[in-house]
């Protein structure tokens, strides 16, 4: 009974626009796209390629469609050539689903760049930048673009 009260007092579902849920504040750039608020960070890269840290709460009192596997994403090498990066999903693990209201989540992908991936041509070229469309995780929506630099380094002195 204590639970439900203080659920109804100062609410235990997600708060639209506060881009932050059971106490955590959501990293990296920001957007609101249909029923979904969005944050996206560039995190260190893995040898395969950029990795991406995705946040997403749905502001809606109805599921929210979410999928990974529909975002755009391309890296810019250090010569300005662009390289769309798909997805490494080995397992076939990434999907689309449905977030229910006022509920959130978080994922992290790696993105393989060709040549570092068996089977693909070599890259030899590190990615300097990386462009996300976060508008394709959810709803159909134009498209909203988020760009990074390289990743900060981490470790270290302090």
């Not at 009974?1 to 708060?15: D, E, F, K, P, T």
């Not at 059971?22 to 990296?28: C, E, L, P, T, Y």
């Not at 988020?146 to 380094?153: D, E, I």
């Amino acid at each position: 009974m204590r639970v439900a009260l203080v659920c109804v007092l100062v609410g235990c579902g997600y708060q639209p626009g506060s881009f932050a849920h059971a106490s955590h504040d959501f990293v990296g750039q920001r957007v609101t796209v249909g029923c979904l608020d969005i944050a996206v960070e560039r995190r260190a890269d893995h040898a395969i390629g950029p990795v991406l840290g995705y946040q997403f709460a749905n502001r809606c009192d109805r599921a929210a469609p979410v999928d990974l596997a529909a975002v755009a994403v391309i890296g810019r090498d250090a010569q300005g050539a662009d390289v769309a990066l798909r997805p490494y999903d080995p397992r076939g693990e990434i999907h689309p689903a449905a977030l229910d209201g006022r509920s959130a989540g978080a994922e992290a992908v790696v993105y393989g760049v060709p040549g570092r991936i068996p089977g693909h041509a070599t890259r030899a070229a590190p990615i300097r930048e990386v462009c996300a469309d976060a508008a394709a995780l959810g709803d159909a929506a134009p498209p909203h673009w988020l760009c990074f630099g390289a990743p900060r380094a981490t470790g270290g002195a302090r």
